[in-house]
């Protein structure tokens, strides 16, 4: 994972996406991507929260990470899919049980 992948994870952290959850925020957004190359991030989080992430809205900053990490992983050979590149490189921290 490079540091621009860890960059990312931190601020989509910050923005409430949860751990186990931001693969299947970066698909949705990969996957936006793809029906809109040139969206704005205002555009971007108009169709995640359209896609289901309501509570989440991304920044320019946040925005601007996650298009180097698409195009830097190939946002142009990528199909309207899962995105297993990311999901596969993409290790949670285990959650301590309660018992």
Not at 4 to 16: A, F, W
Not at 50 to 59: F, H
Not at 68 to 81: I, M, P
């Amino acid at each position: 994972m490079t540091i621009i992948d860890q960059k990312l994870i931190h601020k989509l952290l910050e923005h409430g996406v949860e751990a186990a959850l931001i693969p299947g925020f970066i698909r949705s957004l990969a996957n936006a991507f793809l029906i809109n190359p040139d969206m704005s991030h205002c555009q971007a989080n108009k169709r995640l929260k359209y896609l289901g992430w309501e509570d989440i809205e991304i920044d320019y900053h946040t925005f601007s990470l996650a298009i180097n990490v698409l195009e830097t992983k190939g946002l142009n050979q990528l199909e309207y899919k899962s995105a297993p590149w990311y999901i596969s490189s993409f290790k949670t921290k285990p959650t301590p049980s309660v018992q």
